[in-house]
């Protein structure tokens, strides 16, 4: 089967640091993104792992354990405006069939 | 910086009608999909296509639904006889290619609410 389970909310202070953690269970594994998503809007694209390893992009990292099934999502200087869903999702399969977590919702408060 | 449309924003209609959802995708991606969101649930897959078929199909895509890239910009999703289960937000998504790196990023579009009475 597939399984992908994160957090269903987390709650974290202005200019604080918070992980959001994903484990996942697929049949196939081709690579695993992170997307935001605020209310009533499409994902929009944050990371990328293929290998294992911590991934930098500005504020946001990403780390990937193959072995382990288990990726975080790491946001350092939290803003208001980060407050939204945060979707784990697995490339499985060879046509790139993208496979969902139920999401995380933060929220960012003062 | 180039994106994916679609339009109707938001459409109704009534039980038993057929609507037509439609996208166009990011103009140099080969590989395109639509998928649904039911309000309050998570995203899921319904579709993938690729050189002009079907790639791959989830259960939820059964006979009622249709696909196709009636020209070299569109890529529509028909949904035939509209069931009130069949409302949620469809977003459509596209993909430079499916080689295991960066280009296998499906960027989506703002979504096409459909609300079936």
């Known amino acids: 089967g597939q399984n992908i389970d994160q957090p269903t909310e987390m709650t974290a202070t202005e200019g604080a640091i918070v992980q959001i953690n994903c484990t996942y269970q697929t049949s196939g594994f081709n690579g695993l993104f992170w997307y935001q998503q605020h209310a009533g809007e499409a994902p929009t694209f944050l990371s990328y792992?293929?290998?294992?390893g911590l991934e930098e992009k500005g504020r946001f990292s990403s780390f990937l354990s193959r072995s382990k099934g288990y990726s975080y999502l790491l946001l350092k200087e939290l803003q208001m405006k980060d407050s939204a869903s945060y979707l784990c999702?697995?490339?499985?399969?060879?046509?790139?069939?993208?496979?969902f977590g139920a999401g995380t919702r933060l929220a960012v408060h003062p | 910086e180039p994106e994916v449309t679609q339009t109707p924003s938001h459409q109704v209609t009534q039980m038993g009608q057929e609507v037509i959802l439609r996208c166009v995708p990011i103009?140099?991606?080969?590989?395109f999909y639509w998928y649904r969101q039911i309000l309050g649930q998570k995203v899921e897959f319904l579709v993938s296509f690729y050189n002009n078929e079907i790639s791959e199909k989830s259960e939820i895509f059964d006979d009622q639904f249709s696909v196709e890239r009636p020209d070299g910009s569109n890529f529509t999703l028909k949904i035939r006889s509209t069931k009130l289960e069949d409302s949620a937000m469809y977003f459509c998504a596209s993909s430079a290619g499916t080689s295991g790196s960066l280009s296998d990023t499906q960027y989506f579009g703002p979504g096409t609410r459909l609300t079936v009475l």
């Open positions: 103009s140099n991606h080969l590989y």
């Open positions: 792992n293929v290998l294992d």
């Open positions: 999702a697995v490339i499985s399969g060879g046509y790139n069939k993208l496979i």
